[in-house]
């Protein structure tokens, strides 16, 4: 099985995607990159396998913060309740 070179993305897909996003990248390998599966990349870091991750890593962090934050509100509701 061969992988398909990362040049499979073409600039007319790439504007596509930019026109559906309505935002235009200042780094079109950025795109490219998120749209390339590591499976089809020649490497992983020309893949989408890094942003994945870092997409995960925010995700947690902002889940976290919300928890934390109704926890310490939940914790101070009774105090603002007996006023």
Same mark, same amino acid.
């Given at each position: 099985?061969?992988?398909?070179?990362?040049?499979? @993305?073409?600039?007319?897909?790439?504007?596509?995607?930019e026109?559906?996003?309505e935002?235009?990248?200042?780094? !079109?390998?950025?795109?490219?990159?998120?749209?390339? @599966?590591?499976?089809?990349?020649? @490497? !992983? &870091?020309?893949? $989408?396998?890094?942003?994945?991750?870092l997409?995960?890593?925010?995700?947690? #962090? =902002?889940v976290?913060g919300? !928890?934390? #934050?109704?926890?310490? =509100?939940?914790?101070?509701?009774? &105090?603002?309740? $007996?006023?």
């Open positions: 099985m061969s992988r398909r070179s990362e040049g499979d @993305h073409t600039d007319e897909i790439l504007q596509q995607c026109a559906a996003l935002y235009q990248f200042t780094d !079109r390998d950025l795109l490219r990159n998120c749209l390339t @599966h590591a499976s089809g990349a020649e @490497h !992983r &870091l020309a893949s $989408n396998e890094r942003l994945e991750f997409g995960d890593a925010i995700m947690g #962090a =902002v976290d919300l !928890r934390s #934050a109704r926890t310490i =509100v939940g914790r101070f509701a009774p &105090l603002k309740n $007996n006023q």
